[in-house]
Structure formats: structure tokens, C-alpha cells
């Protein structure tokens, strides 16, 4: 009988706690992602909608948590990888990073790679035929007959998707092999079809971006305290205290106006204004250190990230046109700690993931200031059910191509890892090139026209010139008609 080979054993034992280790690290960082989105969700979620479906709603709203959950996740998984990175570099055989390996972020990559697929295709359809649904004619009412209804269109839908995905890789791949093997569908439709979905995700990123870039500086300015000769808050709370006033007065004495007055509205119209006063009072009570200097740093900083964003994108572009290496693609190996991905070592790095932040507030902030989403906007404590999903849906899209959206655009050097270095468009030179492109025009153009009307409208109401009585432009055709008669 042969002795056993100890060696063999301990390295296989070794393996074994790594993997262990790395299970139990995921899943306390989804714990931790999968609880904020809980509380996150259950501020926006309409009370009224758990009285009546309690348990289909309760159902459906953790199936958005876990897809919100795993959005988030992917918001974080290329800062979260970059940080490791210089970790490792700047301390590389300390004891109680070792945890902190290319096979666990590898690993991560992996599992939010897959459970995007899974929430995309199969869990928020689930969630909205669920929601949706009131169960077969003839069969039993109740949450079972609802499942079987919603298996039922999910598996339809699913057969959809699966052939449409089959006929557009076979109009884009000539393979006959790929026309004729409807069983890859793990190893080849479903990439592709992620692939797709990404791709998407990214021109979505084109478009809400620079929009958002240009709508953070008003967003802000909202937010933030303006000096005294940018704002005159005690004309806006006289002007809120009239307004109320005359609402007041309206609901006090309904008859005196002879059109019908839709009280609900007038009651809501003074509970928007009291809310407008308080924040107000708010505001004028702020110190000349908050008024004088936060302001002005805020939108110092904005301008920076802002102006570095398109100058890294310019200087990116160049590369492409010089060196082949700019070209993102996916890294082969899990080995991490070997090399910086910036030229200026830590500091570069924070400086990465610092803008790669600052764009997916941008793109959140485009997306729900453009016209064609402004919809989705939810609402504290009156978001439908059905609206939840759809804005889980949107976040996931958003945040699942933000790596691509990233290493596309040459805000980090940092390759793709897992999956997401598989799809076919990120080699195609032209797509990258013209995507660069039109990412900085785009944003230099919202920004040029932000600035000059908000520097022009800025400098009216300095001087005053908003309180003058400038005519309208329906005005001067209806006096010529009165001249006329």
C-alpha cells in the first residue's frame, strides 16, 4: 500500500481554504450591497401596493433588490479591482492582506458577469409578468396560479430572445457551425446576447453622460448654497410666502372664485410651498463660510473632473491612433500586484477611480434629466411596483457596462477581466475610435452650450435685468393687430 503524498494533500488542502475563504468574502460583500438596497428600495416603494398583494410585492421587490444589489456590485468591481491592485503593489507580502488576491477579484468579476445575465433575462421579467399576472381563466386564484402564468410567459419570452439572438449571430456570423448548434446556449447565445444588451448599455453611457455632465452644475447649484450675488433668497421666501397666501385663501373661500377649484391640488400646491419655505429658511441661515466657499470650490471641482474627463478621452484618442496597445481587451491572467495601471502610481489610480465615480453619477443624473426617461424618476414612498423594476432594470444596464464604458474611453489601463474582455465589438478599431469621438464632442457641446446659457442667465439676474418688463414674443404680433383694428 502506497504512503500518501502530503505535499499534494497540503496544497489541495491550501486550495480548498482559499476557495472557502473567497465564497465567504463574496458573500459578505453581497450581504452588505444586498441590505443598502433593501433599505434603499423600501424608501421609494409605494405602501398602498403591500396592502392588497402583499405577498407578490414583497416577492418582487426582493427580486429588485437582488438585481439593484448586483448593480451596485458592478458600479464597484473596477474601482474595487484598482484599489487591490496598488494595495498589492504598495504592500505585497503583508499577512493580513493576503485575502486580497487576482484569483478572488477574478472571481468577483465572474460572479457579477453571471448574475447580471441572470437578473436581465430571467429575474426582473419574472418580477414584472409576476406583479403583472392574475393567474389562468378557469384556474385557482391565489399566488400558485400566478407562478404557473408567469413561468409560462417567461418561457415564451425566453424562446423569443433566443431566436432572435439566433438569427442575428447568424446574419453577423457567417460560421455555419454557429447556425446549426442551437444547444451552445451557455458557452456562445448567452454571451452574445450579453454582449448585445452591453453594447447598448454603452450607447446609453454616450448619451446620458455628457448630458449628465453638463446637468451636474445646476444640480449642484441646487443643492448647494449661492453666494449672495448669485441668489437673493429673501425675494424667493417673500415670493413663497405670497404665493402660499393666496393658495390659503383660495381653499379658505371656495366660493369666491366662479371656476371649479380642485382642492386636492390646492392642498398639495401649499404643502410643495411650506416645503420650498422651510428649505429656504434653511439656506439663509447658512454661514459665509458655507455661502462664500462651498459654492465656489463645488463648482471648481465639477469643472476639473469635468475638463481632465475630456482631456484624458482627447489624449486617448491619439493613443488609438498610434499605438495599438490603446485598444481595451481583456486580460488573460488573474495575477495582480505586479504592475501600476497609471503612469503616476497611487495618486493616478485614486484619480481613476475618483472620475470613474464621478461619470456614473454624471450618466444617473443624464439619464433621469432626459426627456425620454424622466418618467422612470421615482418618488418617495409613491414608486409603483412595476416602476421599481423598471428602474432596476435601467440601473443594471447603466452599471454593468460602466467597466466597458471605462476602459473604452481610457480612463484606466486597467483590462477587462472574466467575460467582459469577450465581446467582439471591443476590437473593432473603428467603433472604439468614432465612440471616443463622439463622446468628447458630445460633452464639449453640452458643456459650451450649459455654460454660456447659464453665465447668461446668471448675469441677468445680477443686474436685474429679469425684474424689467421686456416684452414677450406673442406680444409685439397682437399689438400690431389692436394697431391694425
Same mark, same amino acid.
Given at each position: 500500500?502506497?504512503?500518501?503524498?502530503?505535499?499534494?494533500?497540503?496544497?489541495?488542502?491550501?486550495?480548498?481554504?482559499?476557495?472557502? #475563504?473567497?465564497?465567504?468574502?463574496?458573500?459578505?460583500?453581497?450581504?452588505?450591497?444586498?441590505?443598502?438596497?433593501?433599505?434603499?428600495?423600501? $424608501?421609494?416603494? +409605494?405602501?398602498?401596493?403591500?396592502?392588497?398583494?402583499?405577498? @407578490?410585492?414583497?416577492?418582487?421587490?426582493?427580486?429588485?433588490?437582488?438585481?439593484?444589489?448586483?448593480?451596485?456590485?458592478?458600479?464597484?468591481?473596477?474601482?474595487?479591482?484598482?484599489?487591490?491592485?496598488?494595495?498589492?503593489?504598495?504592500?505585497? $507580502?503583508?499577512?493580513?492582506?493576503?485575502?486580497?488576491?487576482?484569483?478572488?477579484?477574478?472571481?468577483?468579476?465572474?460572479?457579477?458577469?453571471?448574475?447580471?445575465?441572470?437578473?436581465?433575462?430571467?429575474?426582473?421579467?419574472?418580477?414584472?409578468?409576476?406583479?403583472? %399576472?392574475?393567474?389562468?381563466?378557469?384556474?385557482?386564484?391565489? @399566488?400558485?396560479?400566478?407562478?404557473?402564468?408567469?413561468?409560462?410567459?417567461?418561457?415564451?419570452?425566453?424562446?423569443?430572445?433566443?431566436?432572435?439572438?439566433?438569427?442575428?449571430?447568424?446574419?453577423?456570423?457567417?460560421?455555419?457551425?454557429?447556425?446549426?448548434?442551437?444547444?451552445?446556449?451557455?458557452?456562445?447565445?448567452?454571451? =452574445?446576447?450579453?454582449?448585445?444588451?452591453?453594447?447598448?448599455?454603452?450607447?446609453?453611457?454616450?448619451?446620458?453622460?455628457?448630458?449628465?455632465?453638463?446637468?451636474?452644475?445646476?444640480?449642484?447649484? +441646487?443643492?448647494?448654497?449661492?453666494? $449672495?450675488?448669485?441668489?437673493?433668497?429673501?425675494?424667493?421666501?417673500?415670493?413663497?410666502?405670497?404665493?402660499?397666501?393666496?393658495?390659503?385663501?383660495?381653499?379658505?373661500?371656495?366660493?369666491?372664485?366662479?371656476?371649479?377649484?380642485?382642492?386636492?391640488?390646492?392642498?398639495?400646491?401649499?404643502?410643495?410651498?411650506?416645503?420650498?419655505?422651510?428649505?429656504?429658511?434653511?439656506?439663509?441661515?447658512?454661514?459665509?463660510?458655507?455661502?462664500?466657499?462651498? =459654492?465656489?470650490?463645488?463648482?471648481?471641482?465639477?469643472?476639473?473632473?469635468?475638463?481632465?474627463?475630456?482631456?484624458?478621452?482627447?489624449?486617448?484618442?491619439?493613443?488609438?491612433?498610434?499605438?495599438?496597445?490603446?485598444?481595451?481587451?481583456?486580460?488573460?491572467?488573474?495575477?495582480?500586484?505586479?504592475?501600476?495601471?497609471?503612469?503616476?502610481?497611487?495618486?493616478?489610480?485614486?484619480?481613476?477611480?475618483?472620475?470613474?465615480?464621478?461619470?456614473?453619477?454624471? %450618466?444617473?443624473?443624464?439619464?433621469?434629466? %432626459?426627456?425620454?426617461? $424622466?418618467?422612470? !424618476?421615482?418618488?418617495?414612498?409613491?414608486?409603483?411596483?412595476?416602476?421599481?423594476?423598471? &428602474?432596476? @432594470?435601467?440601473?443594471?444596464?447603466?452599471?454593468?457596462?460602466?467597466?466597458?464604458? %471605462?476602459?473604452?474611453?481610457?480612463?484606466?489601463?486597467?483590462?477587462?477581466?472574466?467575460?467582459?474582455? #469577450?465581446?467582439?465589438?471591443?476590437? &473593432?478599431?473603428?467603433?472604439?475610435?468614432?465612440?471616443?469621438?463622439?463622446?468628447?464632442?458630445?460633452?464639449?457641446?453640452?458643456?459650451?452650450?450649459?455654460?454660456?446659457?447659464?453665465? !447668461?442667465?446668471?448675469?441677468?439676474?445680477?443686474?436685474?435685468?429679469?425684474?424689467?418688463?421686456?416684452?414677450?414674443?406673442?406680444?409685439?404680433?397682437?399689438?400690431?393687430?389692436?394697431?391694425?383694428?
Amino acid at each position: 500500500m502506497e504512503a500518501p503524498d502530503y505535499e499534494v494533500l497540503s496544497v489541495r488542502e491550501q486550495l480548498f481554504h482559499e476557495r472557502i #475563504r473567497e465564497c465567504i468574502i463574496s458573500t459578505l460583500l453581497f450581504a452588505t450591497l444586498y441590505i443598502l438596497c433593501h433599505i434603499f428600495l423600501t $424608501r421609494f416603494k +409605494k405602501p398602498a401596493e403591500f396592502t392588497t398583494d402583499a405577498t @407578490v410585492n414583497k416577492i418582487a421587490l426582493e427580486l429588485c433588490t437582488f438585481t439593484l444589489a448586483i448593480a451596485l456590485g458592478a458600479v464597484l468591481l473596477l474601482p474595487f479591482s484598482i484599489i487591490s491592485n496598488e494595495v498589492l503593489l504598495s504592500l505585497p $507580502r503583508n499577512y493580513y492582506i493576503q485575502w486580497l488576491n487576482g484569483s478572488l477579484i477574478h472571481g468577483l468579476w465572474n460572479l457579477v458577469f453571471l448574475f447580471s445575465n441572470l437578473s436581465l433575462i430571467f429575474l426582473m421579467p419574472f418580477a414584472y409578468f409576476f406583479t403583472e %399576472s392574475e393567474g389562468f381563466a378557469g384556474s385557482r386564484k391565489g @399566488v400558485l396560479g400566478r407562478v404557473y402564468e408567469t413561468v409560462v410567459m417567461l418561457m415564451l419570452l425566453t424562446l423569443l430572445v433566443l431566436g432572435m439572438v439566433w438569427v442575428a449571430s447568424a446574419i453577423v456570423d457567417k460560421n455555419k457551425a454557429n447556425r446549426e448548434s442551437l444547444y451552445d446556449f451557455w458557452e456562445y447565445y448567452l454571451p =452574445y446576447l450579453y454582449s448585445c444588451i452591453s453594447f447598448l448599455g454603452v450607447l446609453l453611457l454616450l448619451v446620458c453622460t455628457p448630458l449628465g455632465l453638463a446637468r451636474m452644475f445646476s444640480v449642484t447649484g +441646487k443643492l448647494l448654497v449661492k453666494p $449672495r450675488l448669485l441668489e437673493d433668497l429673501e425675494e424667493q421666501l417673500y415670493c413663497s410666502a405670497f404665493e402660499e397666501a393666496a393658495l390659503t385663501r383660495r381653499i379658505c373661500n371656495p366660493t369666491s372664485c366662479w371656476l371649479p377649484l380642485d382642492m386636492e391640488l390646492l392642498h398639495r400646491q401649499v404643502l410643495a410651498l411650506q416645503t420650498q419655505r422651510v428649505l429656504l429658511e434653511k439656506r439663509r441661515k447658512a454661514s459665509a463660510w458655507q455661502r462664500n466657499l462651498g =459654492y465656489p470650490l463645488a463648482m471648481l471641482c465639477l469643472l476639473v473632473l469635468t475638463g481632465l474627463s475630456v482631456l484624458i478621452v482627447a489624449i486617448h484618442i491619439l493613443e488609438l491612433l498610434i499605438d495599438e496597445a490603446a485598444m481595451p481587451r481583456g486580460m488573460q491572467g488573474t495575477s495582480l500586484g505586479q504592475v501600476s495601471f497609471s503612469k503616476l502610481g497611487s495618486f493616478g489610480a485614486v484619480i481613476q477611480v475618483v472620475l470613474i465615480f464621478y461619470l456614473m453619477v454624471s %450618466s444617473v443624473v443624464g439619464f433621469y434629466s %432626459s426627456p425620454l426617461f $424622466r418618467s422612470l !424618476r421615482p418618488r418617495w414612498h409613491d414608486t409603483a411596483m412595476t416602476q421599481i423594476i423598471g &428602474n432596476c @432594470v435601467c440601473l443594471l444596464v447603466l452599471s454593468s457596462a460602466l467597466p466597458v464604458f %471605462s476602459r473604452t474611453l481610457g480612463l484606466t489601463r486597467f483590462d477587462l477581466l472574466g467575460d467582459f474582455g #469577450r465581446f467582439n465589438w471591443l476590437g &473593432n478599431f473603428y467603433i472604439v475610435f468614432l465612440y471616443n469621438a463622439a463622446f468628447a464632442g458630445l460633452t464639449t457641446l453640452c458643456l459650451v452650450k450649459t455654460f454660456t446659457a447659464a453665465v !447668461r442667465a446668471e448675469l441677468i439676474r445680477a443686474f436685474g435685468l429679469d425684474r424689467l418688463p421686456l416684452p414677450v414674443s406673442g406680444f409685439p404680433q397682437a399689438s400690431r393687430k389692436t394697431q391694425h383694428q
